[in-house]
């Protein structure tokens, strides 16, 4: 009688703990958000309107207190935006430091390469993305678009 019941809450505590460890890894690549992730809505709805001063102004505040991949892969990008090419590497290179396989500023990075007329390095960031989304991503697309096109936007 012990031995079905210790079976039997082994065999509920499988059903319970398995599948929320499979949906795990279901995180996207792109944006994983931490637990101590600060919110980029305000960040991001000001890139969207192309206000690169304001998005700029919030995201150092945030890198002051958040060592994070996302953060630093937006200050990357709102750098590259208002042609400070050098910084902006700099950031790129954090945020691949904190996270390897974070497709946007894999994507980001290339990016810069393209309007820097650095060929060969933004096609080493294709190549990354294609390991990193063998079967394809919008990122990847982006990119490839990017250096086929010579234009970033």
Avoid: W
Avoid at 1 to 28: E, N
Wanted: hydrophobic share 40%; aromatic share 6%; with cysteine.
């Amino acid at each position: 009688m012990i031995r079905h019941a210790i079976f039997g809450a082994v065999s509920l505590c499988a059903v319970i703990i398995l599948p929320a460890a499979i949906a795990l890894p279901a995180l996207a690549v792109d944006n994983m958000e931490t637990a101590d992730a600060p919110d980029l809505t305000s960040v991001r709805a000001k890139i969207d309107a192309k206000d690169y001063a304001g998005a700029l102004a919030e995201l150092r505040g945030l890198a002051e207190d958040h060592q994070q991949a996302d953060v630093y892969n937006l200050l990357g990008f709102t750098l590259r935006k208002t042609g400070d090419f050098q910084t902006s590497l700099t950031y790129y290179t954090k945020a691949l430091e904190l996270q390897p396989d974070h497709r946007g500023a894999r994507e980001y990075l290339g990016e810069l390469y393209v309007v820097t007329g650095n060929m060969d390095k933004a096609k080493e960031q294709l190549a990354t993305l294609k390991q990193l989304c063998p079967s394809g991503c919008e990122e990847l697309e982006d990119l490839q678009k990017a250096i086929d096109t010579k234009t970033v936007n």
